[in-house]
């Protein structure tokens, strides 16, 4: 059992390798699009900084809890986009019966699938995290939290998607559903969770389960609470099963496209 996470773990991490060596063939291209990134997540800062200017506390938030908050947002969508992208598109690849290739490696074929590629602006995104926990206060203890929450945050936002994109092997037009709810992820995940009441609070922490992943971290980091650490990592792990679960369940149902694109 042991020698076989090493073996999946050697080859998804050649995988990726490979992925970011053929996106490295245009170094300008590269490098501009991680620049951009943080600098577009930057000017976001800067309307909360002009809001700050005005009034001193949003929803009991302070100006660095939002700094943090950004920086929880941006290092867990970077890392799940980055070493998961696929996990985003899985629908597609699904419904286009895509998976042919996959079927046929000696690998994991959900591990296979979704780390065949690479999102270079994601980096921009894992560098603006830091960027943020530096500037919010590091020291050994914050950045401990900070890089455990990042990557269970990404595991949680990766799980959440093949979760969803599974449904495609029994149902149409589920990649709707998935793109809605990854992009609410996205748009909630930089907001005060205390300006959110009652029902829509419930679905912060169900549906759309961007309080696991982004506002109990913020909570932590300011103030460690050891069971609320406990419950987002059991949280991860469970989302991380189910969605083993349901792919392997749907693969199943799956249909041949008779598309053979070897894959390295």
Known sequence: MLTEVKKQLRVTILTIKYAVMREMLNKTTFFT???????????????????????????????KDIILLWGIASSTYGIARF????????????INGKLDSFLVQPKNV????????????????MIYGLIMLIIYG???????????FSI??????????????????????????ADTINSQMVNFATYPDSIFKGIAKIILYTIVPVGFVNYLPIHIINEFNLKLFLMIIGVSIVLIAIAFKVFYKG?????????MISKI
């Open 138 to 148: 590091i020291n050994i203890k914050n950045f401990i939290l900070f890089t455990i």
């Open 152 to 177: 269970s945050g990404g595991f949680m936002l990766v799980s959440i998607s093949v979760i969803l994109s599974s449904l495609s092997f029994w149902f149409t037009k589920t990649d709707l559903i």
């Open 83 to 94: 070493f998961f992208k696929k996990a985003f598109n899985l629908s597609e690849t699904i």
């Open 33 to 63: 699009n991680i620049i951009f990134m943080i600098l577009n997540n930057a000017s976001f800062i800067i309307q909360w900084l002009v809001i700050y200017s005005l009034k001193d506390n949003i929803g009991g938030y302070q100006l």
């Open 251 to 259: 693969l199943k149902r799956y249909s041949s496209s008779n598309l």
């Open 110 to 125: 959900l591990i296979s699938c979704i780390t065949t590629d690479v999102e270079v602006s994601a980096i921009g995104d």
